[in-house]
């Protein structure tokens, strides 16, 4: 990312708008290596922030305005409204997300003493599943934070940003991304139990490893209405568990438990539901383990079961995020390789051998742009930290 181009950006939109200093803010991305669609089940989950992310730069104005650009939507121009008028309106777009965090900071906190002049611009490619809304959140709950001063809880802007994202916006998402969006830490995994917001660091030792990350270039329409069934039969499989076993949620299960009980789910279908959300729990666990031990080939192996596992069990990946996986598995140097996020396209991760990278790159995406009919795009991520200040890095 350019921030020269960012600030010279804001300079010329808001060139003498406003008063005190321009500071600059980065929020990051984030993938999730292991622990897919147990959230919302009560299980846990491991993701981690990365480097690419959403950058903003903002200056106090000197009245109650709050004005936003987005260089990635230049086409909508500056979006504006005042800290009196904070309802959702479907014409300002993307800056709703914006809105409805300074909208439930100033419920919570009072409202601002003044408005905000605010460029942004992401590197996170759009409709990939890498949670560029709760990095947009989390940009905006930071800088309010630093700019007025007002030193709020890390934790309770997570909560506020996943707020917007179900009562404002109207996702009904759980906290995962906006808790590795404010939590991330460079070269670190996070373990997160959904249900307490218990966490705890892991090393992610990738030493002779690079992460690459495959863009499907597949957008996930299909992913909001079948994450809402998905959700919806888990819970009715976990009604009909808990009238044999005492359990607030299916993560409360190990894999003996759900085995011995799973008959009074009485339908095949929700049997496999479950069954993903209880075993994809236990391998989360069994992750963190691996990773405290350096067993990264175990890591991988239940990267790749994982995979099969929503697949098969849980049937959220499609043909595009398939062909993408079953590719990289095939390739040299390659420890495992799953979908990341809620399936139906998006991206999928990969754990490769530094120096087969480039190789990587060419031979899979030769094979899914021959199977699927376009191209599928590659970044090679880094473990980042979470969205913070960077003004005094960049002057």
């Given at each position: 990312?350019?921030?020269?181009?960012?600030?010279h950006?804001?300079?010329?939109?808001?060139?003498?708008?406003?008063?005190?200093?321009v500071?600059?803010?980065?929020?990051?991305?984030?993938?999730?290596l292991?622990?897919?669609?147990?959230?919302?089940?009560?299980?846990?989950?491991?993701?981690s922030?990365?480097?690419?992310?959403?950058?903003?730069?903002?200056r106090r104005?000197?009245?109650?305005?709050?004005?936003?650009?987005?260089?990635n939507?230049?086409?909508?121009?500056v979006?504006?409204?005042?800290?009196?008028?904070?309802?959702?309106?479907?014409?300002h777009?993307?800056?709703?997300?914006?809105?409805?965090?300074?909208?439930?900071?100033?419920?919570?906190?009072?409202?601002?003493?003044?408005?905000?002049?605010?460029?942004?611009?992401?590197?996170?490619?759009?409709?990939?599943?890498?949670?560029?809304?709760?990095?947009?959140?989390?940009?905006?709950?930071?800088?309010?934070?630093?700019?007025?001063n007002?030193?709020?809880?890390?934790?309770?802007?997570?909560?506020l940003?996943?707020?917007?994202?179900?009562?404002?916006?109207?996702?009904?998402?759980?906290?995962?991304?906006?808790?590795?969006?404010?939590?991330?830490?460079?070269?670190?995994?996070?373990?997160?139990?959904?249900?307490?917001l218990?966490?705890?660091?892991?090393?992610?030792?990738?030493?002779?490893?690079?992460?690459?990350?495959?863009?499907?270039?597949?957008?996930?329409?299909l992913?909001?209405?079948?994450?809402?069934?998905?959700?919806s039969?888990?819970?009715?499989?976990?009604?009909?568990?808990?009238?044999?076993?005492?359990?607030?949620?299916?993560?409360d299960?190990s894999?003996e438990?759900?085995e011995?009980n799973?008959?009074?789910?009485?339908?095949?279908?929700?049997?496999?539901?479950?069954?993903?959300?209880?075993y994809?729990?236990?391998?989360?666990?069994?992750?963190?383990?691996?990773?405290?031990?350096?067993?990264?080939?175990v890591?991988?192996?239940?990267?790749?079961?994982?995979?099969h596992?929503?697949?098969?069990?849980?049937?959220?990946?499609?043909?595009?995020?398939?062909?993408?996986?079953?590719?990289?598995w095939?390739?040299?140097?390659?420890?495992?390789a799953?979908?990341?996020?809620?399936?139906?396209?998006?991206?999928?991760?990969?754990?490769?051998?530094?120096?087969?990278?480039?190789e990587?790159?060419a031979?899979?995406?030769?094979e899914?742009?021959?199977?699927?009919?376009?191209?599928?795009?590659?970044?090679?991520?880094?473990?980042?930290?979470?969205?913070?200040?960077?003004?005094?890095?960049?002057?």
């Open positions: 990312m350019n921030l020269q181009q960012l600030t950006t804001f300079n010329s939109i808001f060139p003498v708008d406003g008063h005190g200093d500071r600059i803010f980065f929020s990051p991305g984030r993938i999730n292991i622990g897919e669609h147990t959230d919302y089940n009560g299980g846990h989950v491991f993701p922030a990365i480097t690419y992310g959403t950058y903003g730069v903002a104005r000197d009245d109650g305005l709050v004005k936003l650009y987005s260089m939507f230049p086409e909508a121009g979006i504006e409204f005042s800290l009196n008028e904070l309802d959702y309106r479907k014409e777009g993307w800056a709703n997300y914006a809105k409805g965090m300074i909208r439930y900071l100033s419920e919570n906190y009072g409202s601002l003493p003044s408005g905000l002049n605010i460029v942004i611009n992401g590197n996170i490619p759009n409709g990939a599943g890498l949670s560029s809304s709760a990095s947009l959140e989390m940009l905006i709950g930071v800088m309010i934070s630093e700019i007025f007002l030193h709020l809880d890390r934790l309770e802007l997570i909560k940003g996943k707020r917007v994202e179900n009562e404002f916006i109207g996702v009904n998402s759980g906290i995962m991304d906006q808790f590795a969006v404010g939590m991330g830490k460079a070269d670190y995994g996070i373990l997160l139990d959904c249900n307490t218990n966490y705890e660091y892991a090393p992610l030792p990738l030493n002779g490893y690079r992460i690459v990350i495959m863009n499907t270039n597949k957008r996930r329409e992913a909001d209405s079948k994450y809402n069934e998905r959700r039969e888990c819970e009715t499989a976990l009604s009909r568990l808990q009238t044999v076993v005492d359990i607030q949620e299916l993560g299960l894999e438990e759900f011995a799973k008959q009074i789910i009485r339908d095949d279908r929700l049997i496999k539901r479950a069954k993903h959300a209880v994809e729990n236990q391998r989360t666990l069994k992750a963190l383990k691996a990773l405290r031990s350096g067993e990264l080939k890591f991988g192996k239940l990267m790749n079961d994982s995979h596992s929503l697949r098969d069990d849980y049937e959220v990946t499609g043909k595009e995020l398939d062909t993408l996986v079953e590719a990289a095939k390739r040299e140097g390659v420890l495992g799953r979908m990341t996020g809620a399936g139906f396209g998006g991206c999928a991760i990969a754990i490769i051998e530094c120096d087969r990278v480039d990587f790159v031979r899979v995406g030769q899914y742009q021959e199977k699927i009919g376009y191209d599928a795009d590659f970044y090679v991520a880094s473990i980042g930290d979470g969205a913070k200040e960077i003004t005094r890095e960049v002057v």
